[in-house]
């Protein structure tokens, strides 16, 4: 019963959490939030209570890997939306973001590997958003938005944990990296903000990436060793860590337009 109250708590309040900030502050800060393993993080949690250490870290280095297919769709959404509207834009990024994960669900599951593809792969996509431009005023969103973050969160964590002992454990983490926020983010800001909204949200996902990147490799180093709790500590401040660095390094604070 502990586990399925927290199942049916934890990632809600997270993503509560996020889209608060991103309502506060907007534009790419807000896309960093959504960068973060807001809903990843729960599910790694999860499966390391419900199968142990070893299972949950080998599915933390297919989480890291899937972190380089949610950064894809991120990358060609935002160079898409330059010249196409939001439904072809959101077509190439997903088609984009499911061959990388295929190509990432072949790649040796060891962390060090996953390690040396991950980063240099999520700078090159950050460097190809580029900064965005000018941000401009949010646009506010219908009031069912937070409540279907809300619900789909919970629907990500049942289904991928349920499913994590028949898919195993690199699926398990790499469908905990779909871009389902990122994808409602962007194409919400596209359509109503047009494609400098859409930049500045998805580059920002791109960026907060490396957060959920760091999270993971820390996990999967440490879990099997060190026990639950003190590895997703340590885990959970290099991820915060190496998610405020990276918006300090590849972010600024745009003008409003």
Known sequence: MPILLLKLTLAPLLIAAATFVQ?????????????LPLTS????????????????????????????????FCAVYAISARR?????????????????????????????TAAAISYP????????????????PAVPPPWCDTPARMVAAVAAVALITAAAGFIGPTWSGLLATLP????????FSHRHGGHPAAHAVLRGVSVGAFGAATFFLIVALLLPGVGLFPAYAVAGLAGLGAAGLSHAVFSRREPLG
């Open 121 to 136: 792969a999520l700078l090159a996509l950050i460097l190809m958003t580029e900064r965005p431009g000018i941000r401009l």
């Open 23 to 35: 309502r506060r502050w907007g534009g790419s800060l807000g896309g960093l939030m959504v960068g």
């Open 41 to 72: 993080a729960p599910v790694s949690v999860f499966i390391a209570l419900e199968r142990g250490p070893a299972f949950a870290a080998r599915s933390a280095i297919g989480t890291l890997l899937g972190t380089v297919a949610m950064s894809g």
């Open 180 to 187: 389902v926020f990122a994808a409602v983010m962007g194409i």
């Open 84 to 112: 196409l509207s939001w439904l072809p834009s959101a077509m190439l990024a997903s088609f984009t973001c499911a061959v990388v994960t295929i190509v990432m669900s072949r790649v040796p599951q060891d962390a060090v």
